[in-house]
């Protein structure tokens, strides 16, 4: 019995701490990209970023990644094409602002050769190859509140790209588009594969990444 309560006891710290719940993408193959058409809408890197959230057994990590540029296409109010370009350079932890040390210990281990290697790849690419009105889930699963599209695009990091599909809410008013995306993404499908091994423990690091998209675009 005793050993059983210590095996349970592991068990629930190994598993203490999971990505937020939010909707999986779908990662498939690279698609081919088309060329947006009608009139671009270019994204404000003051306001719009990207958010993560990475986890482990003893807690978790969040922080963002500004954009550096990009453009999203748009024809007769629908989105036919675009591009977002992420600065890796700029991930910043937010967590850990009381401690500096730790802060820039982990924004360096971030940005090294083990995760994002944000000297070789200092930018990341999401090329949109399609965006579809959202259409609800027959399962029951998880999905965005307010969802009202499905994007689909090329993911591109280090090198690696594949195709991700997830729900967003999407709204055009104002001669602006205002995105927003929450969702769990596998990060080895990329070849991030760095503490992964769920053998380790607790020093492993959860391979699923929590990302909200948050992108206000203008003409």
């Known amino acids: 019995m005793k050993q059983l309560l210590i095996t349970l006891s592991l068990f629930v710290f190994v598993a203490c701490e999971q990505a937020p719940k939010a909707d999986k993408a779908n990662i498939t193959a690279a698609k081919t990209v088309q060329a947006g058409t009608g009139q671009a809408y270019i994204p404000d890197t003051a306001t719009s970023r990207v958010e993560w959230i990475g986890t482990k057994p003893t807690g978790k990590h969040h922080g963002f990644i500004k954009l550096a540029g990009g453009a999203i296409y748009l024809k007769d109010s629908l989105i036919t094409g675009g591009e977002l370009i992420m600065n890796m350079k700029s991930m910043q932890d937010l967590d850990l602002v009381a401690d500096t040390a730790m802060k820039n210990k982990l924004e360096a281990e971030l940005k090294g050769s083990q995760f994002f290697d944000v000297q070789n790849f200092p930018t990341a690419t999401f090329e949109i190859t399609e965006v579809a009105p959202y259409q609800p889930a027959k399962d029951g699963a998880v999905t965005l509140l307010h969802a009202t599209h499905i994007i689909k695009g090329n993911l591109t990091l280090k090198g690696v790209t ?3 599909s997830f729900p967003a809410s999407i709204t055009i008013e104002n001669q602006e588009i205002i995105t927003t995306a929450n969702f769990n993404i596998d990060r080895t499908q990329w070849g991030i594969t760095y503490r992964a091994d ?3 423990q607790d020093k492993l690091i ?5 990302i909200t998209f948050h992108v206000k675009a203008s003409r």
Not at 206 to 210: A, E, K, L, M
């Open 162 to 164: 594949k195709n991700i």
């Open 198 to 200: 769920k053998s380790l």
């Open 206 to 210: 959860n391979s699923q990444v929590n």
